[in-house]
């Protein structure tokens, strides 16, 4: 039987369709700062650099495939360690909630009644397993950023362990791509090697969690959001 899904949940579900398909135009279209243009801009902002940073970071973080990632890496290059370390974690924590609650508020319900049993199964073991499952994610440097912030927003996850887990998965991964670009100048230099190192652990650590799910037929209670 077919779940009916009232007027105002498809619109819902509308506008937020509507609201990806403009970041992704606006993304390829206008396209986002060079380094040279981020450096340029923040120098000139005095005092202002850091929150500028951060609102462009959170920003781009909007985007559903922001590249988090490169923005992390010029944290540690245009502000140095500790303050882009601080900068990078404010920042993602915070268009990491902003995407969980506008995907929570706006497709969450179309989502669950176009879907119905097939989604309340997957549902069912992320609530459960809600801080579990996304501290993994957040852990492993596979798993897109962006995608898994709206991806997340869609289950019944509980909003709480959504954050706290982000907050404390986010940790070693910014620390190591910071790390990546504070001493990158310094290639030989043991923070710079650390990092690299800690990387491929990272990324080797995603791989043998992706093929262990894969062997196990995808039973595992946490989804790969992709």
Known sequence: MKTR???????????????????????????????????ST?????????????ATYAAISLLPAGPTAV????????????????????????????AFFVSRLLGRDAVRGLTGHRFA?????????????????????????????????????RARSYAVATVLGIVPGSAVYVAVGAF????????????VVALVLLTVLGVWRQRRIGGRGGSASAPTPA
């Open 121 to 157: 199964s997957l549902d069912s073991r992320v609530r459960d397993n809600g801080f579990a499952t996304v501290l993994l994610a957040r852990l492993i440097p596979l798993v897109p950023f962006s995608t898994a912030n709206y991806a997340f927003g869609l289950t019944s996850v």
């Open 184 to 195: 990158g100048a310094e290639p030989g230099s043991l923070p710079f090697v650390l990092a």
């Open 71 to 98: 923005m992390t890496i010029l944290g540690g290059v245009l502000l140095g360690f500790g303050t882009g370390l601080a900068a990078v974690l404010g920042a993602a924590v915070l268009g990491a909630l902003a």
């Open 5 to 39: 899904i009232s007027r105002s949940v498809l619109l819902k579900a509308g506008v937020l369709l509507g609201l990806v398909v403009t970041a992704v135009v606006l993304q390829l279209s206008v396209g986002l700062p060079s380094q040279g243009e981020l450096r």
């Open 42 to 54: 923040l120098d000139g902002l005095g005092t202002w650099a850091v929150p500028a940073f951060m």
